[in-house]
């Protein structure tokens, strides 16, 4: 038993978020880099904008290296528990999801008058050409 077999949740970690008490989650695990604030080759305040939250996309995309990651080990607290992963993006997706529909349905609507301006101009063509065939009919 020790450290290594503590599973958090995102909720737990998301307490830790000032400069006196610093967790980051990365990649399903979390640090406590409450004392690396000051030493971080990135600066103090990248961590802190990250406190308390999962920084994994943060972390990879700032290329880190093997050092980097071998330093990690030290700020370990725990593994995450995947589950417990808060979900803001349903509500994101959903507004979307619900956005999507009405572009299509303004879409479609926009097709079908289109569709209704042309027949009319087709019906208003055929009927000018038979009163004109007609009236022609008349003249002879
Ligand atoms: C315990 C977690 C972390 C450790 C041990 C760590 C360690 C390091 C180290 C050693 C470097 C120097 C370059 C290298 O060797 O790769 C570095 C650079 C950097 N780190 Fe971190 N880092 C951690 C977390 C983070 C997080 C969460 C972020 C972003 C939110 C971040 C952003 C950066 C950036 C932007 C640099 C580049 C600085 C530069 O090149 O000017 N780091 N980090």
């Known amino acids: ?41 990135g600066g103090g305040d990248v961590l802190l904008e990250a406190a308390g939250k999962d920084a994994s996309e943060e972390f990879e995309n ?36 619900s956005k999507e529909p009405k572009d299509d349905n303004a879409k479609s609507s926009g097709l079908l008058v289109k569709l209704l301006q042309f027949l009319l101009i087709l019906g208003l063509a055929a009927g000018i050409h038979f009163f004109t065939k007609s009236s022609s009919k008349f003249e002879l």
Do not use: Q
Request: net charge negative.
């Open 1 to 41: 038993m020790g450290a290594d077999d503590k599973v958090l949740g995102y909720d737990e970690v998301s307490l830790h978020n000032t400069s006196k008490d610093c967790w980051v989650i990365i990649n399903a695990k979390a640090y406590d880099v409450t004392n690396f604030l000051d030493d971080h080759p």
């Open 62 to 97: 700032a290329g880190h290296g093997s050092a980097a990651r071998l330093m990690l080990d030290e700020y370990f607290v725990g593994e995450i528990d995947p589950s417990t992963k808060p979900s803001p993006k349903p509500a994101a997706t959903a507004h979307l999801l």
